[in-house]
């Protein structure tokens, strides 16, 4: 048993674990310098936030030339090369002198870069398995919320004993000497003599395409997945669940503060969304995958995403501090476990060949989500001085995400005319 070859598919997931954290490093990490960017550069907060909305906006494209990309190229170079310009966008960003140039670095440049290492990530460790794909997700995408306990005091640390610019450029350092797991990938088992995970030597064609008799043949093209009404869908269950998550994220901690909660104390819920995430990511998803229909894993998982904030509208007083970790708790970890979930159905519905580019048009959905959902909570609260509404919104968006659910179903794909004609 120990004498047993490691499948090289278990060291991408590696790779991409360690990639996927520096996507969640510049997530996490702009909240930690953007009091500081303040400051310096004399922007309002509104106008500092704006420099994430305009990086959420360049994501959207860039996810979808990202995905691309992946299916025609070796992922060793896109995921190199496209980190690289996140990495350079960071340390450049040190070095800016004014709010144009902190543009062009710290939202372009590293807008540009981040879309190539979630999405590349999801859609390489997809090619590589077959069984326990979910769970290899669940795995690589744990990436973000770990960056979500690591950055934040890393970030702070770094900003209080050199300054605010060497941090960014420590980071940027940092960034760039890690993706150098990225020459580990490659883009299919073929490649090394290996199949996917799952698919034994001794199946033939007929059984290893059994996965894809339900969609009609084993691989889409894009243009024909995203002609489906299933694919849109759950492209909706996923702009209305990020619609959910962005508000939580972005309006949890100062909801605390409004609270009267010590800013340390009002620290501890919020990082307990990355506790259950990376439980949630992990566990409840094999766990859930193995007992239930995917589609079922989703509507329990959303129902209750969306439920667990209810304790936000009932609680909201100082002394309920132990509700704000429950919550975060709760929600991090059912949030979590839908999150492998998609990747793992467009794969089974539409194939892994030109999964790149649809995986990339689909990750869209949490650019849309993340331009409008923080600037909606925060005009709500302006008006009305309570995020009661804010949150009321953000658990039905998460119950008509999971009424999505009950219409996801295998595609079945068209016949082209050549066939038709025959």
Avoid: H
Wanted: net charge neutral; hydrophobic share 50%.
């Amino acid at each position: 048993m120990f004498g047993k070859k490691i499948y090289y598919g278990w060291y991408i997931v590696a790779a991409s674990l360690l990639i996927i954290i520096l996507d969640g490093l510049l997530l996490y990490s702009f909240g930690v310098f953007l009091p500081y960017i303040n400051e310096e550069f004399g922007l309002s907060r509104a106008e500092g936030s704006s420099l994430f909305s305009f990086r959420s906006l360049i994501l959207a494209p860039g996810f979808i030339i990202a995905g691309r990309l992946i299916d025609k190229y070796d992922p060793r170079i896109v995921i190199f090369g496209g980190g690289l310009i996140a990495a350079l966008g960071m340390i450049l960003s040190g070095f800016a002198q004014n709010t144009w140039q902190l543009i062009l670095t710290y939202s372009v440049m590293v807008g540009l870069g981040d879309t190539v290492l979630y999405i590349t990530c999801v859609a390489v460790v997809s090619r590589w398995f077959t069984v326990k794909r979910a769970f290899a997700i669940g795995i690589i995408t744990t990436g973000v919320p770990l960056s979500g306990l690591l950055t934040n005091p890393l970030a702070a640390s770094l900003i209080n004993n050199f300054g605010f610019r060497n941090a960014l450029i420590a980071l940027g350092c940092m960034m760039a000497i890690t993706l150098l797991g990225a020459f580990v990938m490659r883009a299919y088992p073929e490649n090394l003599g290996l199949k996917p995970y799952g698919e034994d030597d001794s199946q033939d064609k007929t059984t290893a395409n059994t996965a894809a008799s339900n969609n009609g043949s084993k691989d889409w093209t894009t243009m024909e997945a995203i002609s489906t009404p299933n694919y849109w869908i759950m492209y909706l269950m996923y702009v209305l669940a990020f619609i959910t998550f962005l508000i939580i994220v972005t309006q949890f901690y100062n909801f605390e503060i409004d609270l009267k909660i010590s800013a340390l104390a009002a620290a501890g819920p919020p990082a307990a969304i990355g506790l259950g995430s990376i439980i949630g990511r992990t566990v409840l998803t094999a766990l859930l995958a193995e007992v239930l229909e995917y589609r079922k894993v989703l509507l329990v998982c959303l129902l209750a995403q969306g439920s667990s904030i209810i304790l936000l509208l009932v609680f909201d007083d100082a002394a309920d501090i132990w509700a704000f970790y429950l919550f975060g708790l709760l929600f991090g970890f059912f949030y979590s476990a839908c999150v492998p979930i998609f990747p793992t159905l467009l794969a089974r519905f539409y194939g892994l060949r030109s999964l790149g580019t649809i995986y990339g048009i689909f990750g869209t959905s949490y650019s849309i989500a993340a331009i409008g959902a923080p600037v909606l909570a925060g005009y709500v609260f302006d008006i009305t001085g309570s995020y009661f509404y804010p949150f009321l919104f953000a658990i039905i968006c998460c119950y008509l995400a999971a009424l999505g659910a009950f219409f996801i179903k295998a595609p079945t794909k068209k016949p082209t005319q050549i066939e038709s004609s025959g």
